[in-house]
T-cell receptor, first 113, second 114 residues
């Protein structure tokens, strides 16, 4: 099955700096790559996703890039704010044959004022 | 309000005492799934269901059972709980018959097995 590796496991940045979280996947047939944010004590919520037919997607301060050749994708958060502090999970799946969504182990992001 | 509802939210039980965690969604979603979350291990899929009467194993199905008799409900059954099943459990659903769409998560059920 799909194996998703996520790095780093913890990340600390100062407010206003950028944060980058990277994920690699093993199944070249994977075509859907979502990112979820989980605040302390809350449920995971989707913040952005990308499908394999595009290389980059942006939503305000958040962007995701996908490199299908290298089988990796990244989450970029610019102008970080304290409310960005959370655990972020990447995931990957093949929508054509796979119904399992495999998550990375998560990155704990701390944004200090 | 569109939501996924899990019960109980918190449960302390003893080894071997059968328990069921219920999950219900009111969005007419086809896809439902159970995850467990453990420190350092992220979210691991236990079972998923593409539609009524269609279920399949995820990465960590041992010790768990599920059923999907109705579209809205997807209970997680622990026939004989053991301490290594102490975890935070999330139910999630999606509008398509696959995991390749936005997952809506329940609030989580924290289970402790003594």
């Amino acid at each position: 099955g799909e194996n998703v590796e996520q790095h780093p496991s913890t990340l600390s940045v100062q407010e206003g700096d950028s944060a980058v979280i990277k994920c690699t996947y093993s199944d070249s047939a994977s075509n859907y790559f979502p990112w979820y944010k989980q605040e302390l004590g809350k449920r995971p919520q989707l913040i952005i996703d990308i499908r394999s037919n595009v290389g980059e997607k942006k939503d305000q301060r958040i962007a995701v890039t996908l490199n299908k050749t290298a089988k990796h994708f990244s989450l970029h958060i610019t102008e970080t704010q304290p409310e960005d502090s959370a655990v972020y999970f990447c995931a990957a799946t093949n929508s054509n044959s796979g119904y399992a969504l495999n998550f990375g182990k998560g990155t704990s992001l701390l944004v200090t004022p | 309000e569109a939501q996924v509802t899990q019960n109980p939210r918190y449960l302390i039980t003893v080894t071997g005492k059968k328990l069921t965690v219920t999950c219900s969604q009111n969005m007419n979603h086809e896809y439902m799934s159970w995850y467990r979350q453990d420190p350092g291990l992220g979210l691991r899929q236990i079972y998923y269901s593409m539609n009524v009467e269609v279920t399949d194993k995820g990465d960590v199905p041992e010790g768990y059972k599920v059923s999907r008799k109705e579209k809205r409900n997807f209970p997680l059954i622990l026939e004989s709980p053991s301490p290594n099943q102490t975890s935070l459990y999330f139910c999630a659903s999606s509008s398509t018959g696959s995991g390749a769409n936005v997952l809506t998560f329940g609030a989580g059920s924290r289970l402790t097995v003594l």
